[in-house]
């Protein structure tokens, strides 16, 4: 099974995040790092349009597709690459900017979508326990129907707590998205949503169009380098390890 990576210079918020140094390495060779603990990728691709990411990628070992400039989300991305791949290989996207993925999480979202009754889309969340996350924009948030499917992302404080009393749990998503080949392939001939362009989530341009996207729960809380305040951090946290 194919990982890949999707990179970009250009970020809004943090342009030339994947090259950022945390603990001595680039941001982007930290998650690609984490990718090769896992057991079930066969293959790591980074895929970038940055000579400059790619420059330093092909310097720390990693297999590099260059891509096109103008593509929308890191899943038009990774779907430049998957157009590469056999027809029936599921890919992973890792995102660029999670240098705390977890491989067995990694490895669990392979064996989603190789298991008897496979999802056409997967990821991943944790359950939120500290408050400050759920005012964070930054901090993307789930909501689950009782088959675990996705009912909505957003950046946005979901669900809200009118009743506290219910006790509803606040789930905390991670960046990390698993797809079958041919769903991917269709899923970025769909035009960009209102509902993606608004919160810019390219995940909810599959629920735009109907489709269901599994979600795995998982204990670990990854915190993704969304902005340079995130770099502290995340550094704390990798000098742990």
């Known amino acids: 099974m194919t990982g890949i990576i999707p990179a970009r210079w250009a ?10 140094l945390l603990a001595g390495k680039p941001l982007i060779q930290h998650v690609w790092e984490r990718c090769r603990e896992a057991k079930r990728l066969t293959r790591i691709v980074v895929a ?4 400059r990411i790619a420059v330093v990628a ?16 890191g899943t038009d991305r990774i779907a430049e690459v998957a157009r590469q791949l056999p027809e029936n290989e599921p890919v992973i996207n890792i995102q660029g900017d999670e240098p705390l993925v977890d491989p067995a999480l990694i490895d669990c979202i392979a064996e989603a979508l190789t298991s008897e009754d496979p999802p056409e889309m ?3 969340a944790s359950v939120i326990t500290d408050p400050s996350a ?7 948030k789930a909501v689950l129907n009782r088959a675990g499917d996705a009912l909505y992302f957003s950046r946005s404080r979901i669900p809200f707590p009118r009743n506290t009393a219910a006790n509803a749990p606040a789930y905390h998503h991670i960046g990390i998205y698993g797809y079958q080949r041919a769903f991917l392939l269709q899923f970025v001939e769909w035009p960009q949503g209102v509902l993606e362009q608004a919160e810019q ?7 735009e169009n109907g489709a269901r996207i599994r979600v795995l729960i998982t ?4 915190r993704g380098v969304d902005t340079p305040a995130d770099v502290a951090f995340v550094e704390a946290h990798l000098a742990g390890r």
Request: charged fraction near 20%.
């Open 11 to 20: 970020s809004t918020r943090f342009p030339g995040k994947p090259l950022h």
């Open 122 to 124: 997967v990821t991943a």
């Open 58 to 73: 092909k310097n720390f070992g990693a297999e590099v597709f260059p891509t096109r400039t103008d593509h929308p989300s």
């Open 134 to 140: 759920l005012v964070n924009p930054n901090i993307v």
């Open 219 to 222: 204990a670990q809380a990854a």
């Open 201 to 207: 989530l390219e995940q909810l341009r599959a629920l």
């Open 48 to 51: 970038t349009d940055d000579d």
